[in-house]
């Protein structure tokens, strides 16, 4: 049995392993205090909670870049960087100078967003929504730039792992290379408990050898969540992630039990903002980041 194994890519499951749990919430702090309107587009992941938590898997937030690796897209040694200097800067002056990593800085003309970002060679660039420069440059990440299509038709410019073959998907070890419009990720196979195959016809797939399965719900056995996808059985250990450790109601879920991403919302507490990462209640003090104090969830 075999297929192509793409699912990874929209899972909380497949992370980074850049940033700590700290410096992942410190960072949507800043990210969400310096740069509302962008924030508020949803790159960095719907919420605060999300953000901090890893939910939004492409373009990975910072949360996404805690713990073990599944998916290597390209962008996570370029943002884990971003995010790594975010977390310690001193309030937004600083923080708009971590965005500006192969020269840019300071504001910029036409606000966009950042999926409306090109490139200019090898350096991924673009206007944030709230006028402020963004760049880096994928080559000294052993990447390129291009433009890729990793959610429905919409392009987005991006750091990549390289050129999608001529001769389409390929396995490098137990991953599988998926092409995304010229260029590729790599998707780990083992991940998902399935190994990567590459038949004399051509191409890659993600397969397992074995009796056939049934679609049906997800289920959990402990912390491992088992799943039937096109008709190939599948299992995700979810403790192996960087958040989401349990498996629950057939999905891997929040680590922690003090609260939910989903729903509930960030509050001040004195000088810090107060939120939900991996269930689990963090504080971020603004003061520790250069700002005077906390207000409607976010420093200023």
């Not at 890893?54 to 290597?72: K, M, R, T």
């Not at 003309?109 to 350096?123: E, K, N, R, Y």
């Not at 397969?207 to 059985?233: D, I, K, W």
């Amino acid at each position: 049995m075999r297929r192509i194994a793409t699912a990874c890519l929209l899972l909380a499951s497949c992370s980074g392993g850049r940033l700590t749990s700290s410096q992942a919430a410190a960072a949507c702090v800043v990210l969400a205090s310096c740069f509302p309107h962008e924030f508020a587009a949803g790159y960095f992941g719907s919420s605060l909670a999300a953000c901090a938590s890893g939910v939004d898997q492409l373009p990975p937030s910072p949360g996404a870049l805690i713990g073990n690796q599944g998916i290597q897209t390209g962008l996570e040694g370029p943002l884990g960087d971003v995010y790594a200097c975010l977390a310690k800067s001193s309030g937004c002056t600083a923080a708009a100078t971590c965005l500006g990593r192969a020269g840019a800085s300071g504001s910029c003309a036409s606000p966009s967003t950042l999926w409306d970002a090109g490139c200019a060679g090898t350096v991924l660039e673009g206007c944030l929504a709230d006028g402020v420069a963004f760049d880096v440059d994928c080559a000294k990440y052993g990447e390129g730039c291009r433009v890729d299509f990793p959610q429905s038709d919409r392009p987005l410019a991006m750091c990549d792992e390289g050129a999608c073959p001529a001769a389409g998907t390929q396995c490098e070890g137990s991953q599988e290379q998926v092409c995304l419009g010229p260029g590729v990720v790599l998707d780990d196979c083992a991940r998902v408990g399935l190994s990567c195959f590459a038949p004399p016809s051509g191409g890659a797939e993600c397969y397992v050898e074995g009796t056939p399965c049934s679609p049906g719900a997800a289920a959990c056995n402990g912390t491992t969540l088992l799943s039937c996808q096109g008709g190939v059985p599948e299992q995700f250990d979810c403790s192996q992630s960087g958040t989401f450790k349990r498996c629950s109601n057939g999905a891997c879920s929040e680590t922690g039990s003090q609260c939910t991403v989903a729903a509930d919302a960030p509050s001040c507490d004195g000088t810090k903002v107060k939120l939900c990462q991996d269930g689990n209640e963090v504080e971020v003090d603004c003061a520790g980041l250069g700002f005077s104090g906390c207000q409607d969830a976010v420093c200023h």
